[in-house]
């Protein structure tokens, strides 16, 4: 039996996450980042190895923030927040499919009142820029579904794990009973470990796609990064007209010269950039393409209603607006399905067509830098195939990598 244990380095500090090694000959990896989360971590590694391994038992140890117990007799079970604290989930009864539970935690021997909640049944999940909040979008204006939080994209980023569950409980006690409680996270390993954390609640994850040369030509516009920028102090900054300078000539130069680490994109980043993500875990995941949704929207209706039903047992109803919905740009900023004709988009930075960005002077990507990112893209038909997707560019070409 192969045993695979994950060992702190150091104490967990409020709102910082707790970097974390693998011991026992584990794969050596280097300490995560604030959206790799120490409790999902351990298990990414652990369907790892169960996927290298597939003759051997591999079990997981791991005590950290967000651990969970072993199920009392009552279906319970204790989870360890991130200050120290204890809360227990106990599985209950409220909105119909949903994964409901009472709350309580206990901090400095004392318990707090009980709350209840739900969890949402339908989570979008997946990367900024590539469609998430428009299937989000998609979902909430179904007369069937509500917010499961007044944030569109509610994900778990620090803090109380405690404190973020309690914050579906206005959703969850103030709308009708027949309402399905949709969310959105564009942090997927979040999203994941909250998952884990309930025993795998009843739920449908979406998980979005996007043709990887619009992806890294989006990201490039709205993002600055220190590798490539002066004047920007951290990498989750948007850009800002006249004090970032973009185009396409500058992206396709970066790209050769290899500036920006893995802001920009290069063969070892982009060739399996989201089958590493589904690979990773041993949640099932319902993948949709970012232009699917923007070319035949009914189609990607349908496949959400069959998977709604094989996997919650939800029937979901033909969104009523579907047609209105199809006229709307799919776009990854905060104004999510700004329509082509909306001068204001522009004025915002928004994209006033499909790949056409005011910062780089609504100017498209070079034609070379899309064959040379596709060229890359290794798992094309891959995702062609599991999105159902067939118009993505999947032929590939000689180019220097």
């Known amino acids: 039996r192969f045993e695979g244990h994950c060992s702190p380095l150091q104490s967990v500090l409020q709102e910082r996450e707790l970097p974390y090694t693998l011991a026992a000959n584990m794969l050596a990896v280097p300490v995560p980042g604030d959206e790799k989360l120490p409790a999902y971590y351990c298990h990414e590694q652990h369907v790892e190895w169960e996927r290298r391994c597939p003759a051997a038992t591999v079990t997981e ?20 927040d991130l200050d120290g604290s204890i809360f227990y989930l106990y599985p209950i009864q409220l909105k119909p499919f949903h994964s409901c539970f009472k709350m309580k935690s206990r901090e400095w021997n004392k318990w707090d009142p009980t709350h209840e909640i739900c969890f949402p049944l339908v989570n979008v999940v997946g990367y900024p820029k590539c469609g998430t909040s428009a299937v989000y979008n998609l979902l909430a204006s179904h007369p069937k579904v509500v917010q499961a939080h007044k944030n569109k994209e509610y994900c778990y980023r620090k803090g109380n794990l405690f404190r973020y569950f309690k914050n579906f409980e206005p959703a969850t006690v103030n709308t009708l009973r027949q309402k399905l409680m949709v969310n959105g996270c ?10 884990r954390v309930l025993r795998r609640p009843n739920s449908l994850n979406l998980f ?9 030509w989006a990201r490039y516009n709205f993002w600055c990064s220190p590798l490539i920028d002066a004047d920007c102090e951290h990498f989750s900054r948007w850009t800002v007209v006249g004090t970032h300078h973009r185009s396409p000539e500058d992206f396709h130069r970066k790209i050769l010269e290899k500036a920006g680490g893995d802001f920009m994109p290069h063969y070892a980043s982009v060739r399996d950039y989201y089958t590493r993500t589904v690979a990773a875990t041993d949640l099932r995941l319902t993948v949709l393409s970012a232009e699917m949704l923007k070319h035949d929207i009914g189609r990607v209706w349908e496949i959400v209603q069959r998977a709604a039903h094989e996997q919650t047992g939800v029937e979901l109803r033909r969104h009523p607006d579907l047609k209105t919905l199809q006229t709307m740009v799919v776009n990854s900023n905060n104004n999510k399905g ?3 004709a909306t001068s204001e988009a522009a004025a915002d930075g928004e994209p006033v067509g499909d790949g056409l960005y005011e910062i780089s002077g609504y100017r498209p990507m070079l034609d070379e830098t899309r064959a040379l990112i596709h060229s890359w893209w290794d798992e094309c038909e891959h995702i062609a195939n599991i999105s ?10 000689t180019a220097d990598i």
């Open 61 to 80: 140890h791991y005590r950290g923030p967000f651990a969970t117990s072993a199920l009392r007799d009552d279906g319970s079970w204790l989870v360890n």
């Open 186 to 195: 564009i942090n997927y390993r979040a999203h994941l470990m909250v998952d």
């Open 208 to 216: 979005v796609v996007r043709d990887m040369a619009d992806f890294e």
């Open 338 to 340: 700004v329509d082509v």
């Open 388 to 397: 159902g997707w067939d118009g993505y560019d999947c032929k590939k070409r």
